[in-house]
């Protein structure tokens, strides 16, 4: 619990107590905050439900800052982010002894370094995000949201278009989350 306690701390309090410090300084400018969200906040993403619930809170706080800064001429732009190169696999990480999940180690394992296998380059991914924040006005007016990294057009497309049980089905089937059929009921004989 300590390391959700940082995760969030990282991903939303800080980010709060900086729009806090900022916001003054940015209304007379009429200037823009930029968040980095991520796909994981809007889909099930297994094996990351810590990190994809700070990642919703953090997408649903700029949400809702978005409207209240508004009036005020503040833009708030959220960047929701596919995968890209970074230090986020940086941490080794085992399956506890005894854990649920033991069948789908190898997949688990595979998982914590999934978005550094496939993702965009770092240098790439912030200059597309600029791009998109300064140019400011997507095809239906003043961008909120900036979908940019690996697979976020396709994310984008399944979120908009596709019923939501699609990404269930998704990251069911990629882990192989149906091997754990029937172990839980096993384990307790």
Excluded at 41 to 52: D, H
Excluded at 149 to 168: C, E, H, N, Q, R
């Amino acid at each position: 619990m300590s390391e959700v306690h940082e995760l969030f701390q990282a991903n939303v309090f800080s980010v709060m107590q900086m729009c806090q410090a900022f916001t003054p300084l940015l209304i007379p400018t009429k200037g823009t905050i930029v968040q980095t969200g991520s796909l994981a906040g809007i889909m099930p993403y297994v094996w990351g439900s810590a990190y994809n619930a700070s990642k919703a809170a953090l997408h649903a706080y700029s949400n809702t800052l978005r409207v209240e800064l508004a009036p005020l001429g503040v833009r708030v732009v959220n960047i929701i982010t596919g995968g890209v190169k970074s230090n986020i696999a940086r941490v080794h990480r085992e399956l506890p002894p005894g854990s649920y999940m033991k069948p789908l180690e190898v997949e688990y394992k595979r998982r914590l370094t999934h978005s550094q296998q496939l993702g965009m380059d770092t240098e790439q991914y912030a200059k597309s995000c600029v791009r998109h924040v300064l140019n400011g006005d997507g095809w239906l007016g003043r961008q909120r949201w900036v979908w940019e990294g690996k697979m976020s057009w396709i994310v984008w497309f399944g979120y908009t278009w596709l019923p939501t049980a699609i990404f269930d089905w998704y990251f069911s089937w990629n882990f192989k989350l149906w091997k754990l059929r029937g172990t839980a009921d096993k384990k307790n004989v």
